[in-house]
């Protein structure tokens, strides 16, 4: 996983990781978690381009990092959503709980 950053706005991308599951979940978690927690950042966007594989544990923690980043009054937007992963929100039924933006 690689963070940009372009002055409030915090960019996590999968670029060298295919996967996000139960093994690395948790240092995806705590990587975002301090980008929310940094007074200059307004927007966190989470690029999936790339990404092939997101488990269930992932998933919840989208869920974890979106209500936390609401609490904190910033913005987090899921960007590169593949037809696959918008099936999984939609399964889900997190289609509310998501802002998809394009490339």
């Known amino acids: ?10 960019i996590f991308s999968f ?6 599951d139960i093994k690395n979940a948790n240092k995806f978690k ?6 929310i927690v940094s ?3 307004t ?10 594989f997101m488990d269930t544990t992932a998933a919840q923690v989208l869920v974890t990092l979106r209500k936390f980043a609401w609490k ?4 987090f937007l899921l960007k590169n959503v593949s ?4 099936e999984i929100i939609d399964l889900l039924k997190l289609e509310k709980d998501f ?3 394009g490339d």
């Open 1 to 10: 996983m690689i963070r940009r950053e372009d002055k409030s706005y915090a």
């Open 15 to 20: 670029e060298k990781t295919e996967r996000i």
């Open 30 to 35: 705590f990587k975002v978690l301090r980008a």
């Open 39 to 41: 007074p200059k950042t």
């Open 43 to 52: 927007t966190v966007i989470i690029d999936l381009k790339g990404l092939e």
């Open 72 to 75: 904190k009054k910033k913005k």
């Open 83 to 86: 037809a696959e992963f918008k």
């Open 99 to 101: 802002k998809i933006i």
